[in-house]
Each structure stands twice: as structure tokens, then as C-alpha cells.
């Protein structure tokens, strides 16, 4: 009889040697991959908040201005106008003050005293339109009814609206695309 021959023991069923540099690449290219998808995760999220930060940012100098006296239609008038545009609510830029003033109390369901509070910025802001003398300012008082009334508008609107505005601000996004509130 002839023999036959047979392989010759090969290494590849030994175990593992831990200190072996190939069995080590293949872990740490896992973790990389785990830390890679992590980051890309990390910065699109970051991405996606910079809208957020940017209106956030908005509203606190607008308020902020506010208080020190700076002028109502071009700090808390604006800032209750492009909340409302964040939140779906349709003010036309052609609309005068006391036009915008009713689409924002339909809007927001005011009661009669959130109501009063519109109306006495709306009185502040039509003076400082339309008046040579320009009104005695109140920062204080002015930054809570403006709260307020942003607080109502928030309010009166659904959770799924309330994200969006935080998330995709459309005022923001209007600005940067050029598409105005009516298109």
C-alpha cells in the first residue's frame, strides 16, 4: 500500500496570541469606525442646531435691547412678528401694525387681559411709528409684556409647530432662501 500524504499541521488553529499586532487591528479598527459614526453623528446633530442657537441668540439681544430702552418696533414688536412667522402664523410684511396685532390675538387665543397687554404695545408701537415725538420708553415693563405675549403664542400652538420653530426656525430659513412670509 502506498501512503498517501497528509498535510502538515497548519497554525491557523492555534488560539490567539494577545500580543499579536493583526489580532489588534482588527479591534481597533472597530472602535474607530464606532468613534468615526459617532462624530458624524455628533456634528450633523450640531449642524441641524445652529438655526436654534441663531434665533435663541435673536430673541435674547432683541429683549435684551429692549430693557435698555432701544426702540419697541425694532426689538419687540419684531421679535413677537417672527415668532409668530416661526410658529406658521401668516402676518403679510404689507400688514400695519393694528392688522398684525389682530392676526396675532386670533392666533394666540388671547384672553382679555393678554388682550389689554397687545394693545398697549400695539398703542406704543403705533406712536413710535407714526409720531414725531417718540414715547417715553419702559424696558422692563415692555420685556415681560412681550414675554408674555410670546408665551401665548408658543402656547397656542402644537407641540409638533413648537418643535419645528425650534428645530427649523422659518424666519430664519425665509431670511437665508429670500421667500417672504406670503410666499
Known sequence: PTQTPTAAPSNSAAPLDPNDSVADAGSQSATHGWLWAALIVLVAVLVLLIP???????????????????????????????????????????????????????????????????????????????SKRMPARAGAELVSQVRRLLRQLRGAAGWQIRGAACVAPRSIWQRLTGVSRDD
Open 52 to 130: 436654534a442657537l441663531v434665533r435663541s441668540a435673536q430673541r435674547s439681544m432683541r429683549l435684551r435691547k429692549l430693557g435698555r430702552g432701544s426702540p419697541l418696533v425694532e426689538t419687540g414688536w419684531r421679535e413677537l412678528l417672527q415668532t409668530a412667522t416661526d410658529l406658521r402664523v401668516v402676518v403679510s410684511v404689507t400688514a400695519t401694525p393694528r392688522d398684525a396685532a389682530r392676526t396675532l390675538a386670533a392666533s394666540a387665543r388671547l384672553g382679555d387681559d393678554d388682550l389689554s397687554v397687545l394693545h398697549d404695545l400695539l398703542s406704543r408701537v403705533e406712536r413710535e411709528v407714526f
